[in-house]
């Protein structure tokens, strides 16, 4: 079955070699379109009926026939929801594919555009055969999340999106999710966007594997494709929405699971120690995470560094600037090795929270030794 | 009534005071533990005192309780890798600290007769952020009966502590106290290190006080039990020694 995409970029060769590098098994970008003014381009993207929409980030670099596309993305994917709203059946993901630096500039949180778009692609990410492959999962599995919350819209519930039974949703939902799920008032891509931030792109109710590893308090390596066949073959993948191209872990499943097998929580016990029990446990010769900061294996691995994604200790970290981050999502940390070298944080545009500010300082400082 | 039928009407009201209990230990169902562990971390984040981190920290202990449902046979812990953490403050020397809770083991079983309380390490650090300065650290426990002391006890420092500079010489005293678990500890916290805002915002809320006495129904009346025991009882031992492992007889049975 054919899933139809639909790509828009003022620039002609770009808008040949991107669809077609885009276009991959069930996933083909069929329509393409050169942006006109504002009315006459959604009207075009409407009649084709998209499954997904791309849109290049600057609409307006190159005038095209009628000169009338002065016009970003953004605008053009506000007109889109907006419509969407009042007639759901119509709504689909819409992703943003730029360059690095556009996308970094116009995707930044406290910019407005942020929320109108489910996912952003790097042109550079999609040329290589591998970097096609992995945004062709991704974008199949927004469609096909959509036509699931579609789908199911009437239910009004979280569930039959989850893969997870009533039962199992009641032990893992954190408090305030379904409150706020019936404040979306149905609309698709509401849901989608407060799904993807909240719980594919940050740590809380699920773990990408960076966070296994961090849990783990493993060093990341080639030996973890045994490991996480290991959880997946013991159920603890997420398959609800967008899992199929965001892999994705269940946090409750994962720690029952590993309690169980540990003896106690991971976090209460020493990375060396976890790692030496995984490695018994998987099969696989696992090196134990070493401490960015003081280079110890023995610390309490909590969570991925937000600037370095290695695991990380609490009590040599520092909280993120994290606005309008909900309860039940972790709060983004990075170590104090990242905050010393400021770099990481900048290439990730992170900057430390302000009531942690003067650690920083006096980790920049040298006032705080590694230790 | 001759002397002796009176001495026996006394010891007959003596034993029945010292066989009923007069509170008896509650132990909430796992699924309403959970409930209340999410409510008062929750609570506590919405006065601005508990950092939003801590809903997350929490988060295992209360899937594992739901699951068990209404049973009143279980146990939970926090870990001291991700533990509640309450917001920073700072010392008189102007250094920052930021309290920090954790349970190593709660384990109930409302189904023994006498102690349903099984297994107890609850956890509160002052964790200092300067590593040169090391951070206090205590917790409620109960002891077996092969460790010297109260089975249940206040005792500073202890066993898989970062900062353990001070803990060899400060294993002693443990103090013989009536145990906290986790709503308690943040309640005692909150009372100590926030006072304006728990005693404006957090301790009058009808809500938190219900939290704390399912809590304090659960914690306390063993220990007053044997409060009872012993200050009614003439020239029964001390508290104390009523209290200490190698004596300790469970009160209810």
Request: glycine share 6%; net charge negative; with cysteine.
């Amino acid at each position: 079955m054919t899933i139809l995409g639909c790509y828009v970029d003022d620039n002609v060769d770009e808008l040949k070699m991107y669809s077609a590098l885009m276009s991959r098994g069930e996933l083909e970008f069929t329509e393409t379109i050169r942006p006109e003014n504002l009315g006459a381009t959604k009207r075009r993207i409407r009649e084709t009926h998209p499954a997904i929409l791309a849109l290049d980030y600057r609409l307006d670099e190159l005038a095209t026939e009628s000169g009338e596309n002065d016009y970003k993305a953004g605008a053009l994917a506000q007109a889109l929801r907006e419509e969407a709203v009042d007639d759901i059946g119509s709504d689909f993901p819409i992703v943003l594919i730029s360059t690095e630096e556009k996308i970094h500039k116009f995707f930044s949180p406290d910019k407005t555009a942020h929320d109108l778009f489910d996912y952003k692609f790097l042109k550079s990410e999609v040329v290589t055969d591998r970097g096609s492959e992995i945004a062709v999962q991704k974008l199949l599995s927004l469609a096909e999340g959509y036509k699931r919350i579609i789908d199911n819209i009437e239910t009004k519930s979280l569930v039959p999106l989850l893969a997870l039974s009533e039962e199992d949703w009641e032990t893992a939902k954190p408090s305030g999710v379904d409150y706020q799920f019936q404040d979306f008032n149905n609309v698709p891509h509401v849901i989608a966007r407060f799904w993807i931030r909240n719980f594919v792109e940050r740590c809380g109710v699920l773990f990408a594997e960076k966070d296994i590893i961090a849990r783990l308090g493993i060093a990341k390596s080639a030996e973890f494709e045994a490991v996480r066949q290991s959880l997946i073959e013991s159920g603890l993948r997420y398959d609800g929405i967008f899992g199929s191209g965001f892999e994705r872990f269940w946090r409750f499943r994962f720690d029952e699971w590993t309690t169980e097998r540990f003896g106690r929580p991971l976090t209460s016990m020493r990375g060396d120690e976890r790692a030496e029990k995984a490695s018994k446990l998987f099969g696989v010769a696992l090196e134990p995470a070493a401490s960015r900061w003081n280079g110890r294996t023995s610390e309490l691995f909590a969570f991925a560094c937000s600037a370095c994604d290695h695991p990380t200790e609490l009590r040599n970290s520092l909280a993120i600037h994290d606005p309008g981050r909900p309860s039940f999502c972790e709060r983004r940390r990075v170590c104090f090795d990242c905050v010393s070298k400021d770099e990481p944080l900048i290439k990730r545009n992170l900057r430390v929270d302000e009531i942690d500010e003067s650690i920083a300082k006096e980790i920049r400082d040298g006032a705080i030794e590694r230790g | 009534m001759k002397e002796r039928e009176k001495q026996v009407v006394r010891d007959a009201k003596q034993d029945e005071r010292k066989a009923a209990p007069l509170i008896e230990t509650s132990v909430p169902e796992a699924a309403d533990m959970a409930k209340y562990l999410e409510q008062s971390v929750s609570k506590l984040v919405d006065a601005g005192i508990v950092e939003g981190d801590s809903v997350m920290a929490i988060s295992q202990p209360i899937s594992h309780l739901r699951k068990l449902k209404r049973a009143t046979c279980w146990s939970y812990s926090i870990s001291a890798g991700t533990p509640v953490q309450f917001a920073r403050l700072k010392d008189r020397r102007n250094k920052e600290f930021q309290p920090q809770v954790s349970v190593e083991a709660i384990s109930v079983d409302a189904d023994i007769n006498g102690c349903a309380l099984i297994n107890w390490n609850v956890v509160l650090k002052l964790h200092y952020f300067d590593t040169s300065i090391p951070s206090p650290r205590w917790h409620f426990d109960l002891g077996n009966q092969e460790q010297e002391g109260p089975r249940m006890h206040l005792q500073y420092g202890g066993h898989g502590n970062d900062d353990r500079m001070l803990d060899e010489t400060l294993k002693v005293p443990r103090w013989n106290t009536m145990l906290m678990d986790t709503i308690l500890v943040l309640e005692c916290v909150a009372a100590n290190f926030y006072h304006d805002i728990w005693s404006n915002q957090v301790r009058s809320d009808t809500g938190w006080k219900r939290l704390v006495k399912s809590s304090e129904r659960l914690c306390y009346p063993l220990f007053v039990s044997k409060l009872y025991e012993h200050l009614n009882a003439g020239d029964s031992d001390s508290v104390l020694h009523g209290c200490w492992n190698d004596t300790w007889k469970d009160p209810f049975n």
